[in-house]
């Protein structure tokens, strides 16, 4: 039960974003409202500068909106002072990125460390949980390789991982497949489903691979600033 179900994880009221051109201001955003319950899979769809990398933003509260709100779990981030922020997104959202964003002079298995070390986990739990997610990303051989040994795929699994690693409330990606070819795509959101809807973990993800649609429970469009075009892809 996906819609309906009465824990809203994200909830976006009247959301507008405006960039400043010179003395212009850009609507990139506009009376944008959204809910997305626990456990749900949102796809996100959209023609390239459609606003979808920007609303992710609003979502994580990397950004804050032009006007509206954004509550997530209840709390609204656009009450939270920058620091309250940082530290909200820290324990409670996960991000996967297009192009990885793993630290490269950090190994894997310290680049699955480290959002455990942010969120104080004690070194021995912390260090079962990274073996543990190791294990389930098939990258255990590979633990002390820094990220530009690996593989797209392989740094794509790790980044995965790395997302889950803190048990965070929501998980946002933004296009984590294109940067991937067909095949190795289709494995990474394989993982990605398993790993993160299988631990019932709330997932966003920004994609054009209509592999993506097959798992999702809705496929929401981004056009003219606004969410559009409710498609249910599997019967619920
Ligand atoms: N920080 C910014 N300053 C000015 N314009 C921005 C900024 N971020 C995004 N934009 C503009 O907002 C629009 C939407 O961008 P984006 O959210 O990245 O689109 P998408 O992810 O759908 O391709 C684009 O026209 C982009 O140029
Ligand atoms: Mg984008």
Do not use: W
């Not at 929501?170 to 795509?185: H, I, K, R, S, Y």
């Amino acid at each position: 039960m996906i819609l309906g179900s009465t824990e809203i994880v994200v909830e976006i009221k009247g959301v507008r974003r405006c960039f400043r051109e010179g003395d212009r201001a850009r609507k990139v955003l506009e009376n944008l409202d959204l809910q997305v319950a626990k456990g749900e899979c949102l796809a996100l769809i959209g023609r390239s500068g459609s606003g979808k990398s920007t609303l992710l933003n609003l979502i994580s509260g990397i950004d804050r909106p032009t006007a509206g709100e954004v509550h997530i779990n209840g709390v609204n981030l656009t009450a939270l002072s920058e620091t309250e922020l940082t530290l909200f997104r820290r324990r409670h959202i996960g991000f996967i990125y297009q192009f990885f964003n793993l630290i490269p002079t950090l190994n894997i298995e310290e680049n699955l460390l480290l959002p455990l070390e942010l969120n104080q986990y004690p070194v021995r739990e912390a260090g079962l949980r990274v073996a543990s997610l190791l294990e389930e990303i098939a990258l255990a051989d590979r633990c002390t390789a820094f990220p530009d040994q690996l593989s797209g795929g392989e740094q794509q699994r790790v980044a995965i991982a790395r997302a889950l690693a803190h048990d965070p409330l929501l998980v946002l990606a933004d296009e984590p497949t294109g940067n991937l070819d067909d095949n190795t795509g289709c494995s990474v959101l394989n993982l990605m489903q398993g790993l993160l809807l299988n631990a019932g973990k709330t997932l966003i993800v920004v994609t054009h691979s209509k592999q993506v649609s097959r798992f999702a429970d809705r496929v929401l469009t981004l056009v003219d600033g606004r969410l559009e075009q409710l498609v249910y892809t599997r019967d619920e």
